[in-house]
């Protein structure tokens, strides 16, 4: 299949997508559950990728997505309440410091920066670190975070431990599907350059990459801040999906659900992540709630069945997947159209047993 | 001795909660100073600790409740190392850590699960929840309690790995994990006699803990924890007695914090240090220096 043609189909496929969701929008009403999941899925697609960046293709383990996350909602929702709002969510701090109000897509980009720039100060100590210290200073760092966010003292900001809410928000799924789907291009864009080759080559062995010039300090100090830009992008969006936020939300074990998604699609695959987080917010949310209801069949009460054993479930999945499938649904393979043709025309099997990737 | 009478209540309380850090610290050393894992469900087994103590004192006596705790936490700490980690004996050292998280998730999902969210009230063990008072300050007794018990317990600790043929393995172990194994060491029994003890001494802490704050929630071990793993850092990864000073420093230090009113940074400090600590001597206080061959 030539170049050409394998870009056309992708892009008339992910047009196609687009149409389907368009239609789809009209038809059912917006209440839907389908609508909700696939609006989160679409935030932890991005959040999703933007971990597989550091831990996937970067080799550093970083736990600190939910931090990021946090600093982006937050500056979101912070830039974006309009001013007439102010006096009511402000209420215990006078309506607060700032009295003006941004565009929600310029917002969006600021907290990006924001959550970039966080990035960048926090990556100056703790990108000296190697494996699971790093590990567990990005970890601390977003607890810090987020008691700094909470901190009474920063409440004409942060409105202290208090909802930020009534800010702007899009309601249309599209929205997340597009915000979204251009970020994680953009980071296969970054991944397919010469500084995801360096990414790579750090990732499989710091000091042969060191040795063929590559600057470790500074390339890992881009992939840190670029994957936070996006972790903060995607905490406005989860912001602007929510209509209201609290710092106590961004706690370690959402960090740990996003590296769950990064591990069940596989650590170093972008499709996998985006279809593991589609698959992991469906069956939370949705295929696995009839767990959490009590059951009667025929006089029979079903055993167990109650509040919040849809998660006990869904761990035990997990912990099967990381203990049997370590690979993930993709291991470090791409689902492309090209990789499609070539399975259903048996071309390239040659070309995949010699053990290059079907790209 | 206005300032000292100001001040005791914080010291005393920094003691206390250090040495109940440095209960769970031990168990983070040990393991990871032989299998190179920080064993993120730690904190979580310590949670659960308490939560059987909740459950258990409804139904029996505390007597028997305080001995069926700590079997019953050694217990669980056994079956996760043998059905979470020592399936991935050789995997990569990330595989590892992912499934300890996982079952960080699992136990939190689980605690959620039966308790139903709600926080569990720690029922008061008789003596040891007693109010006393001690240089004009009033606490509870287990403040007083846990810094001896706890220099009890690590010298018995150091007396069986120094002492001991299940210790002299242990050391070996943590040395170097396959010589030992080639020396006819039988690495299984050796790493699960490590989160044994380990339990054990994060089901003492849970008791100590939780008879000063009272409150079991699905959540409460993750801090902890994390500070623990901390002082485990701080005191050098791998040394006891290193795990106990650094616990001991970071009560202390963030009691005092609280005492100035800064409630809210009480908990970046541990963070704070711990970065300092990594950036000018990684190796911790009593670390031995690791070289990365290449």
Known sequence: ?359 | MDWLSKNLPYLMAGISVGGQYALIAIGYTMVYGILRLINFAHGDIFMVAGLVMVYASTVMPVYLAIPLVLVVTVVIGFVVERVAYKPLRSAPRMSVMISAIGVSYLLQNLALYVTGGLAQQYPAIPWISDTITVFGVTTKRVTVITPPLVIVLVAALVMLIQKTKIGMAMRAASKDFETSQLMGIRINSVISMTFIIGSFLAAVGSLLFFSNYTGVTPTVGAMPGLKAFVAAVFGGIGSIPGAVIGAFIIGISENIIKGLGWTTFSDAFTFALLIVVLIFKPTGLFGEAANDKV
């Open chain 1, 1 to 359: 299949m030539k170049k050409q043609t394998e870009a056309f189909v992708s892009v008339a496929l992910i047009a196609a997508l687009l149409i389907v969701l368009f239609v789809l929008e009209r038809v059912i009403p917006s209440t839907s559950m389908l609508f909700t999941v696939l609006k989160k899925g679409a935030i932890y697609a991005l959040v999703a990728v933007s971990m597989n960046l550091l831990n996937g293709f970067t080799g550093l383990f970083s736990l600190g997505q939910a931090g990021f996350m946090l600093v982006g909602a937050y500056t979101y929702g912070v830039l974006t309440i309009p001013v007439d709002q102010r006096a009511n969510v402000y209420m215990y701090y006078d309506g607060g410091l700032i009295q003006f109000a941004l565009h929600p897509i310029l917002a969006i980009v600021i907290a990006g920066i924001i959550a970039g720039i966080f990035a960048y100060l926090i990556g100056l100590p703790v990108l000296r670190l190697k494996s699971d210290y790093l590990a567990i200073a990005t970890l601390g760092f977003a607890e810090i975070i987020r008691a700094v966010f909470q901190w009474d003292k920063l409440g004409p900001l942060t409105n202290g431990s208090n909802l930020l809410r009534n800010y702007p928000s899009y309601k249309s799924v599209l929205f997340y599907f597009a915000a979204s789907g251009v970020c994680i291009a953009l980071i296969v864009l970054l991944i397919n350059s010469t500084y995801g080759r360096a990414f790579k080559a750090i990732r499989d062995d710091e000091v042969a990459a060191e040795a063929m010039g590559i600057n470790l300090a500074h390339h890992k100090r881009i992939a840190f801040v670029v994957s936070s830009f996006f972790a903060g992008v995607s905490g406005a969006l989860l912001a602007m999906y929510q209509t209201s936020i609290q710092a106590s939300m961004f706690k370690s074990a959402m960090t740990y659900e996003i590296l769950l998604i990064v591990v069940i699609g596989g650590i170093g695959s972008i499709t996998g992540s985006c279809i593991s987080s589609f698959l992991f917010i469906i069956l939370s949310e949705w295929l696995l709630r009839f767990l959490d209801s009590e059951l009667v069949i025929g006089g029979f009460k079903v055993p167990l069945l109650r509040s919040g054993f849809r998660k006990v479930v869904f761990s035990i999945i997990i912990m099967i997947i990381v203990l049997f499938f370590r690979q993930g649904i993709m291991g470090t393979k791409e689902f492309s159209v090209r990789g499609i043709y070539n399975r259903i025309t048996g071309k390239g099997r040659k070309a995949q047993k010699g053990g290059a990737a079907d790209e």
